[in-house]
């Protein structure tokens, strides 16, 4: 039987004050939903070279060398973060594989890729509105969208991570969340 204890969040406030035992339930319980995650979104170039877990492991060690200055804000601050480290490890390994060449590149053979400058221009003051508006939203708000739309996460790991009952009442929490964006994006 489970105990709140034995709660993520349990787990989390356990760790921080230095239960060892925790911590490790914590990484074992948190490794296996963030190679999930994480797995297929590794360059395909650098899939020889660099395992996936090995991209999870550094990302949960980051977190845990931090885990006494985490201040969760919401019930589902810490996933999030840790979704944002685990993203951010992927995206330094995209960049580290599109600075190799790849076999028989050259540059007669490359053709542009990405939006005309215009394209670009539009794009980013689209982005900047939608930014705006999702600042002037709650910070739980703000954390089920960054969970859902920026982490690409799972219903099931957004309910887990907010202590939605269901990923269905994730799905809904989001979708109120995205209508209130457009709300404040109308006004």
Same mark, same amino acid.
């Given at each position: 039987?489970?105990?709140?204890?034995?709660? #993520? +969040?349990?787990?989390?406030?356990?760790?921080?004050?230095?239960?060892?035992?925790?911590?490790?339930?914590?990484?074992?319980?948190?490794? =296996? &939903?963030?190679? &999930?995650?994480?797995?297929?979104?590794?360059?395909?170039?650098?899939?020889?070279?660099?395992? #996936? =877990?090995?991209?999870?492991?550094?990302?949960?060690?980051? $977190?845990?060398?931090?885990?006494?200055?985490?201040?969760?804000?919401?019930?589902?601050?810490?996933?999030?973060?840790?979704?944002?480290?685990? !993203?951010?490890? @992927?995206?330094?390994?995209?960049?580290?594989?599109?600075?190799?060449?790849?076999?028989?590149? $050259?540059? $007669?053979?490359?053709? /542009?890729?990405?939006?005309?400058?215009?394209?670009?221009?539009? =794009?980013?003051?689209? @982005?900047? +509105?939608?930014? $705006?508006?999702?600042?002037?939203?709650?910070?739980?708000?703000?954390?089920?969208?960054?969970?859902?739309?920026?982490?690409?996460?799972?219903?099931?790991?957004?309910?887990?991570?907010?202590?939605? #009952?269901?990923?269905?009442?994730?799905?809904?929490?989001?979708?109120?969340?995205? !209508? &209130?964006?457009?709300?404040?994006? /109308?006004?």
């Amino acid at each position: 039987m489970s105990t709140p204890m034995d709660s #993520t +969040r349990g787990l989390f406030f356990r760790a921080r004050n230095g239960d060892l035992e925790a911590r490790e339930k914590l990484w074992k319980r948190l490794r =296996e &939903r963030l190679c &999930r995650y994480a797995h297929g979104r590794l360059p395909k170039r650098l899939r020889g070279l660099v395992e #996936t =877990e090995d991209v999870v492991q550094d990302a949960l060690a980051q $977190t845990f060398r931090r885990i006494d200055l985490f201040d969760p804000k919401h019930s589902g601050a810490f996933g999030v973060s840790l979704f944002l480290t685990i !993203k951010r490890c @992927l995206i330094d390994q995209h960049r580290f594989a599109s600075r190799q060449p790849a076999a028989a590149e $050259t540059a $007669t053979s490359l053709v /542009a890729e990405g939006l005309s400058p215009m394209e670009e221009a539009i =794009e980013k003051e689209k @982005l900047e +509105r939608v930014m $705006t508006a999702r600042n002037k939203l709650s910070d739980e708000d703000q954390a089920l969208l960054h969970a859902r739309l920026d982490l690409d996460l799972h219903w099931s790991d957004v309910a887990l991570l907010f202590g939605k #009952t269901s990923p269905d009442a994730a799905r809904m929490a989001v979708e109120r969340a995205v !209508k &209130r964006l457009v709300a404040k994006m /109308a006004s």
